[in-house]
């Protein structure tokens, strides 16, 4: 017999009803709930609210509901609070029922702004902690990158920062007490060039190119370990900052969070700087960072074709004559090596190295150090490691995306470092209850695809483990035939 149509009535009494039970056993927030615990932030801003007054909403429930922002990829604050009484497992996660009240959007923004970036660095810290007490995190290989946000502002209305200086003072006029204007934050960024231009409307997003393309907006710079893809270290930076001067600094970051020194680095190009490969060298560093070649004019002999003597300090042409140091820098990074004109013009080889005068090229005063980042380590290790890179420094980013990573939600640096460190704590959530939640443990070098088989793989274990030299060709280091 078919049933007759269902209609709810209001009821003013729910008998036995419970949240916990509308809550399905695999919902990830549920898991998340059991494995993280938000109380820890309750004494870390008690200094920050007065005694009297009214009390304030639940700092930890506050938490909560910013985690949910990022971890549910909700368009604003606003959206969430509106969909705050649709979602019972959101409810049930926050510790509300169907009948407390909801609190203002506003809440949420203000107390972001009370508790500043301290209060996010401490939760990403916290997680990170919990990944290396579950053996998520060997510390010894991470991979470092960085990725452009766009702002949250209009690249086509830029001012130069000279109008935007003198419209914030205008304004400054008009306050009833200028005098008790705030001090900068700890995290504004660096003033700009009067000269240069910047968006009123979010003053520390910067311009930079990246493939052809103009960007306005941040970098977020990651250090991401090997092992399981644990993000260790975390910096936001206006977007026209080089990638290469924040790389000592985020391995220091990574040392000071994991108590542990990373011994090898994988990085692009952009990390691949001569001051870079000198502080790992003195640091015992083992690097896989590639850089730009001087490979000289097409059809010529290249720089690789010419041997530096160190006694004489002068290089030896593939015709066997000597380049000697001119005396002249041409810059003050390098230093220029020639040959006479008369005998580049006698040689037979003329055509394959230069033109009518003698050949020039220039030598980097710390070449040493770039000489060692090329011969340091087996060409299969750093085929290896930038392999590796890819999959975990990129692949972290791409993992991001699923949680609204790529597009400013806020204006401002300090806003935009805690997006981003509330973005890579979700991620070592996720990481966290992933592996250590199933008593799983990630070997430190997993297996790779057939191309690259076992050789690879064992050519890494071997170095990272100690069992083979940092230097010399991949065919002296043994292999074994076993994963």
């Known amino acids: 017999m078919m049933g007759r149509p269902q209609r709810a009535a209001a009821k003013l009494l729910y008998i036995g009803f419970d949240l916990d039970d509308r809550v399905r056993a695999d919902n990830p927030l549920r898991a998340i709930r059991s494995a993280i615990n938000f109380d ?57 029922d169907l009948d407390s009240d909801i609190p203002d ?42 990725s452009i946000l766009a702002a949250n502002a209009d690249k086509t209305k830029l001012q130069t920062a000279l109008r935007v200086a003198c419209q914030r003072a205008y304004q400054g006029l008009e306050e009833p007490s200028p005098c008790e204007a705030q001090a900068p934050s700890p995290g504004q960024a660096p003033a700009p060039e009067l000269g240069s231009v910047i968006s009123p409307t979010d003053p520390d997003a910067r311009l930079t190119r990246k493939n052809g393309k103009t960007h306005l907006g941040y970098k977020d710079h990651r250090v991401v370990d090997d092992q399981c893809g644990i993000i260790t270290a975390t910096a936001t930076t206006p977007a026209n900052v080089n990638d290469g001067s924040m790389l000592m600094g985020l391995l220091e970051e990574h040392g000071q969070n994991t108590g542990q020194s990373a011994e090898a680095v994988g990085a692009d190009s952009a990390y691949g700087t001569a001051e870079n490969y000198e502080q790992l060298r003195e640091r015992d560093v083992r690097a896989a960072i590639p ?70 090229f220039k030598r980097h005063v710390l070449q040493e ?69 199933k008593g799983r443990r990630v070997a430190a070098v997993t297996r790779q695809s057939a191309d690259w088989g076992k050789i690879a793989i064992d050519l890494g274990r071997q170095v990272f483990h100690g069992l083979a030299p940092r230097s010399g060709n991949s065919a002296e280091l043994t292999v074994s035939h076993h994963c």
């Not at 300090?313 to 380049?323: E, H, I």
Request: aromatic share 10%; charged share 30%.
């Open 40 to 96: 820890f932030v309750r004494p870390l801003v008690r200094p920050l609210y007065g005694t009297r007054g009214n009390p304030s909403v639940d700092p930890a429930m506050l938490l909560k509901l910013m985690f949910i922002l990022f971890y549910e990829q909700v368009p604003s604050e606003r959206a969430l609070m509106e969909r705050m009484p649709e979602r019972l497992d959101w409810l049930w996660f926050c510790g509300l």
């Open 105 to 146: 959007h506003s809440v949420i923004s203000k107390a972001r702004k009370r508790w500043g970036v301290k209060v996010f660095a401490e939760f990403f810290s916290r997680i990170l902690d919990q990944c290396i007490k579950a053996k998520l995190v060997d510390g010894k290989l991470v991979h470092v990158d960085s």
């Open 291 to 360: 850089h730009q070649q001087q490979n000289g004019a097409p059809g010529k002999f290249g720089r690789d074709q010419f041997q530096y003597e160190a006694r004489e300090d002068c290089y030896v042409c593939p015709a066997g004559q000597k380049l000697h140091r001119t005396g002249s820098k041409p810059d003050r990074d390098h230093v220029e090596y020639r040959a006479g004109t008369k005998v580049c013009g006698a040689c037979p080889l003329r055509e394959k190295c230069t033109g009518k005068t003698g050949r020039t």
């Open 369 to 437: 150090a770039i000489d060692w980042a090329d011969e340091h380590l087996p060409a299969g290790i750093r085929r290896w490691m930038m392999r590796r890179r890819r999959i975990r420094a990129e692949g972290s980013f791409a993992d991001a995306l699923r949680h609204g990573f790529k597009r400013a939600r806020w204006r401002g640096l300090a806003r935009m470092t805690v997006q981003n460190l509330l973005i890579a704590t979700i991620q070592n959530v996720r990481k966290l209850l992933k592996y250590a939640g």
